[in-house]
């Protein structure tokens, strides 16, 4: 059980909700403010219900705007209660408001797209063990449809592999590494000053002794 099923949170914010969101999300809302773990206890999408799910949890850091990877909640919930996971898409939202801006772009109008797909084939995952090998390999072909309607609706090729934000930002910090080390003074071009330096130097120093007073 999650530990935030018996997290409440202040009437202010289910008042700003109830006057901000409409009846269907704000009921969507007010069940999330107990925890995850009871939706598919709920047995509603069980009994027939939808629940939309952005599986990614955030717009698309994908420079190109393509689907980047996903988190794993949706193959959870969908192999966890044997319900199916249609693939939706949409393109043409980014010219009306980007993510992160404030720039409402709306005369001329433009057009928006989207496109559902049949049920995402997850039958070789029935019967396995929600491990995370098995969660991230549904989850990659649940994404891959997700991708695929999305070509569609854009005229155009798809990466071969998802963008990581993850790999991407390890890979910024080990360029950024071999950057300070290519520079005069090695792995630390500015040192902060009076420090000593570390034992076992490349340079051969050894470590200043303090001189008593």
């Given amino acids: 059980m999650s530990e935030r099923v018996h997290q409440d949170y202040s009437p202010a914010v289910r008042r700003g909700t109830t006057l901000t969101f409409p009846a269907l999300i704000r009921s969507i809302m007010k069940r999330d403010w107990h925890g995850h773990e009871h939706i598919p206890r709920s047995g509603g999408v069980i009994e027939g219900e939808c629940l939309i799910f952005y599986p990614e949890g955030t717009a698309t850091r994908d420079p190109a705007l393509w689907p980047m990877v996903a988190k794993t909640g949706v193959?959870?919930?969908?192999?966890?209660?044997?319900?199916?996971?249609?693939?939706?898409?949409?393109?043409?939202?980014?010219?009306?408001?980007?993510?992160?801006?404030?720039?409402?772009?709306?005369?001329?109008?433009?057009?928006?797209?989207?496109?559902?797909?049949?049920?995402?084939?997850?039958?070789?995952?029935?019967?396995?063990?929600?491990?995370?090998?098995?969660?991230?390999?549904?989850?990659?072909?649940?994404?891959?449809?997700?991708?695929?309607?999305?070509?569609?609706?854009?005229?155009?090729?798809?990466?071969?592999?998802?963008?990581?934000?993850?790999?991407?930002?390890?890979?910024?910090r080990q360029a950024a590494q071999k950057t300070r080390q290519n520079e005069p003074g090695g792995q630390d071009p500015e040192p902060a000053a009076g420090r000593d330096p570390a034992p076992g130097a490349p340079d051969g120093d050894e470590p200043r002794k303090a001189t008593p007073a």
């Fill in 75 to 172: 193959a959870r919930l969908a192999l966890g209660a044997g319900v199916p996971v249609i693939p939706v898409a949409q393109w043409g939202t980014q010219d009306i408001l980007r993510y992160g801006t404030k720039n409402l772009h709306v005369i001329p109008r433009h057009m928006v797209k989207m496109a559902a797909g049949p049920p995402v084939d997850l039958s070789a995952y029935e019967g396995e063990p929600l491990n995370r090998d098995v969660l991230r390999a549904a989850t990659s072909t649940i994404m891959a449809d997700i991708t695929g309607l999305l070509a569609r609706l854009r005229g155009e090729t798809p990466p071969q592999s998802p963008y990581d934000p993850a790999a991407a930002r390890r890979a910024s």
